[in-house]
């Protein structure tokens, strides 16, 4: 995967995840004393989540091609929905 920043990641975990199959759990790994989330008792302890977002290997040849709007669609629909969508003056 190619990525140029965080939605780029978000959009391959949404759009090539299948939860079920694509995520996993790691329990009781390393972590820094300073992870917020971990309770006094727990430090230095903590889990991880592994996620693959690639394509799928096995059909990688009949994966479908990325759908992109064209710059003159993009305009054409803020012109038409970017009020509605994101407040005006969009």
Partial sequence: MTSSGPSDVLWAICTR????????IIRR????PL???IPK????????A???ACRPYEWMDEFPPVSEA????????M?????????PGQ
């Fill in 70 to 77: 064209t710059p003159e669609m993009r305009e054409a629909a």
């Fill in 29 to 32: 790994t390393w972590s820094g």
């Fill in 17 to 24: 995840c299948d939860p079920e199959r694509d995520i996993d």
């Fill in 41 to 48: 008792e727990r430090r230095g302890l903590s889990s991880r």
């Fill in 79 to 87: 012109k038409k929905w970017g009020a509605l969508l994101f407040g």
């Fill in 35 to 37: 992870d917020p989330i």
């Fill in 50 to 52: 592994i996620i693959d």
